[in-house]
């Protein structure tokens, strides 16, 4: 998609080029939607955002009109329509359930009464549960569980700026608000109400020392809600972060490993 890359690129430095453009921005969210292209993507340098695809998205609000849908008793007024072929695709969608057009969920994805936005991707074997919403752009991997609630934050702007990613394995619990561009590695359990953001403090209180962490979980660890005092001129209050009280241990079972580590750490989910 190398010719798509470069008209969008210049239709969006010069909207003027928008009109030579619009067929390669259509084409570009429709690879999205099959999953032919992404957002983001990780490399043996560590996650890579292409951000021509970001700015086709962005240039796909200006090219697409509105229109009206009617779903049994519902009715919908908007820019994207729905994604379809949820069947052929093997993916399971829980009705008031949304996955909006351009975003692409892999076989064995089961979505609850939640949200997946224009541009995210869903891995193989992840639950997206009861309210849980998938913001724009934003990328989990295979086998996560998004428990009722979790808000994963959209990163849209500017298309350089990383997405929210989740990687494979990993358990957010519920309410759970990921935003920023965040990145919670490989099989990181996130007890209930853990809020983190690109300055939240993510400290490690297993050893000796706290171990500071900003803008990404470690693998494998397992995190709940804290705080810890700051002093201000009106004195000192709790500001919130989050804690790292544990690590999973490593299994080829997962789901055991998952269990183990919510009882031996006492984890809300």
């Excluded at 298309?159 to 309410?175: H, L, M, N, T």
């Excluded at 999973?248 to 490993?257: C, L, P, Q």
Aim: net charge negative; with cysteine.
């Amino acid at each position: 998609m190398s010719d798509a890359r470069a008209l969008i690129d210049s239709a969006f430095d010069d909207l003027d080029q928008l009109g030579e453009a619009t067929e390669a921005v259509r084409a570009t969210i429709a690879a999205l939607d099959r999953g032919e292209v992404r957002v983001a993507e990780k490399r043996s340098n560590g996650w890579v955002v292409n951000e021509w695809v970001k700015r086709a998205i962005l240039l796909y609000f200006r090219v697409a009109g509105l229109e009206t849908w009617q779903v049994g008793p519902f009715e919908f007024h908007d820019k994207i329509p729905l994604k379809s072929g949820l069947a052929a695709a093997g993916v399971r969608v829980v009705p008031p359930g949304t996955v909006r057009y351009g975003a692409f969920c892999e076989p064995g994805v089961v979505v609850m009464p939640g949200y997946v936005n224009i541009g995210a991707r869903v891995g193989s074997g992840s639950l997206v549960d009861t309210w849980a919403t998938v913001g724009s752009c934003a990328q989990i991997g295979k086998d996560v569980h998004l428990s009722g609630g979790v808000g994963i934050g959209g990163v849209l702007e500017p298309p350089s700026a990383r997405p929210v990613i989740v990687e494979d394995g990993a358990f957010i619990g519920s309410r759970s608000i990921l935003v920023e561009g965040v990145v919670i590695e490989e099989g990181a359990v996130l007890g209930a109400n853990t809020t983190i953001t690109a300055s939240t403090p993510i400290i490690d209180v297993t050893g000796s020392e706290p171990v500071e962490y900003r803008g990404r979980v470690p693998a494998r660890s397992v995190v709940i809600p804290g705080t810890r005092p700051k002093a201000f001129p009106a004195g000192t209050y709790e500001l919130p972060c989050a804690l790292i009280i544990g690590q999973r241990s490593e299994s080829t079972d997962r789901k055991t490993s998952l269990n183990d580590a919510l009882r031996v750490f006492e984890v809300p989910v």
